[in-house]
């Protein structure tokens, strides 16, 4: 190796990381820069909510920001969490807690490492369930899920031998209706679904009609054959001489993972129970101060709510959670102004590693006090160094020099070796030091020994 590659494998003595912050394109971008290291921390503020999770910052270099001013609409475009260049680590622990991947931290390096531990819940789909439909897609808050559906066209299903002709009933029953599509994609002249631009709870129905032009039907019933909610109830009392074939769905349905929050709605809207999904906490919103709620005049939770798990009732009890979707990200908490809401986590999901390092014990304790846990009293990370004796080299022997003619001057050198073996010994962190070619920290702890010597 030449002499720069060998430098490159070192830090210079005395050299101090380079911090800069940059703000650009609706991102902030924290780096921290070394001659052997560079670690980059960015914060997307659109993706953000303003949840708790990240606050939980074992440096308390993130705060909250503007969530309450934002919900209300006051604000628009402000970063939701604040992170203090100089108290961050660039440990990457908001990062593997953050569900919306607001955060994300990446090295560059020699031995530098980008795989953690993070906290995470599981979507699974059982093809053989899947028609597929849209309904889904059609729910699905984070644009995560996208459908690809083909169905044949009645017109090539149903073949009369002469002039076509139906007559008789059909009825739909849009309590039952999914609104999964299947009927409109099979017979686009007779069947017609609203679909609307604003999914709400809590049914999430992504449509606000369904209706069928008699005009252009001939009650062949296909339609209802293929209902996953038997919401379509078809009679033929006359046709002309006809045939019918069952119509084949084909396509797939595909998965953005680092878009998809696992909030299970598509699994709880799923006519053919395809979609199974774990959350990545388990807990709960309690409404702690519904006299201070005023869902009429504030609609910060509804606003802030990234899977829209909370919403007004019109009732009594004026606001309602959906603990089936909700998140448990403590966003509405945050963007409450009155105090009313308070969110409880039980459990989490990691997505684990298969070879995990031995600090991600660490990040388990990180993760641990986001539910609650307190704090270990031994400090938030623990790890045992253990110091190795220095290896001994074999020098050769040399020609003595002119020092070693001068009285003196070589006992107090090997004096100076005994007392750095002695320093070294007793005082780990400076045998790492010596280790790491970090020489100023050591001189200066010989230095204060000869004082204390001295006085």
């Not at 052997?36 to 949840?51: A, F, M, P, Q, S």
């Not at 439909?133 to 090539?156: H, N, P, Y």
């Not at 606001?319 to 509405?332: N, P, V, W, Y």
């Not at 270990?376 to 003619?405: H, Y």
């Amino acid at each position: 190796m030449g002499e720069d590659a060998e430098k490159g494998t070192h830090l210079a003595v005395g050299e101090k990381p380079v911090v800069t912050m940059d703000v650009a394109n609706g991102q902030i971008k924290l780096t921290w820069k070394t001659s052997i290291l560079t670690k980059i921390l960015n914060y997307e503020i659109d993706r953000c909510v303003g949840c708790s999770l990240c606050l939980y910052c074992p440096e308390e270099a993130i705060t909250l920001g503007p969530v309450a001013e934002t919900a209300s609409g006051l604000i628009e475009g402000a970063p939701l969490v604040n992170v203090d260049p100089e108290l961050c680590t660039f440990c990457g622990l908001c990062d593997s807690a953050c569900l919306f991947r607001a955060f994300d931290a990446k090295y560059s390096g020699e031995d530098a490492v980008n795989l953690f531990n993070r906290i995470e819940g599981k979507w699974e789909l059982d093809e053989e369930k899947c028609a597929p439909c849209l309904l889904c897609q059609a729910v699905c808050s984070t644009g995560a899920l996208s459908a690809a559906v083909f169905i044949d066209r009645k017109e090539k299903l149903v073949v009369y031998e002469g002039e076509a002709y139906g007559k008789g009933t059909i009825k739909i029953d849009e309590e039952k209706c999914s609104y999964c599509g299947l009927c409109e994609l099979l017979c686009p002249d007779a069947i017609k679904i609203y679909w609307t631009d604003e999914i709400k709870p809590p049914d999430f129905k992504p449509a606000d009609a369904i209706r069928v032009n008699e005009d252009n039907c001939d009650y062949c019933g296909l339609c209802a054959d293929i209902c996953p909610d038997d919401a379509i109830e078809v009679v033929c009392t006359e046709h002309s001489p006809r045939e019918i074939w069952q119509p084949e769905i084909t396509g797939n349905l595909s998965h953005k993972n680092q878009v998809c929050v696992e909030c299970s709605l598509c699994s709880q809207v799923c006519p053919y129970d395809a979609i199974k999904v774990t959350k990545p906490f388990s807990g709960e919103v309690i409404i702690k101060h519904l006299d201070k709620c005023d869902p009429t005049g504030c609609h910060n939770c509804f606003n802030i709510c990234p899977v829209k798990a909370i919403y007004p009732t019109g009732k009594a009890d004026k606001i309602a959670i959906l603990d089936e979707i909700c998140m448990s990200c403590g966003a509405c908490a945050n963007s409450c102004p009155y105090d009313v809401l308070e969110v409880k986590r039980y459990g989490y999901e990691i997505m684990k590693l298969e070879k995990a390092k031995e600090w991600e014990k660490g990040r388990k304790i990180f993760f641990d006090r986001i539910i609650g846990k307190s704090r270990p009293e031994s400090g938030f990370f623990e790890r045992n160094i253990i110091v190795k004796d220095v290896r001994k080299r074999r020098v050769g022997i040399r020609k003595s020099s002119a020092w070693d003619s001068v009285d003196g001057e070589r006992e107090k050198a090997m004096k100076s070796v005994g007392e750095l073996k002695d320093l070294l010994k007793k005082n780990p962190r400076l045998q790492l030091q010596f280790e790491r070619g970090r020489v100023d920290k050591i001189i200066e702890s010989l230095k204060n020994q000869e004082e204390i010597q001295e006085e």
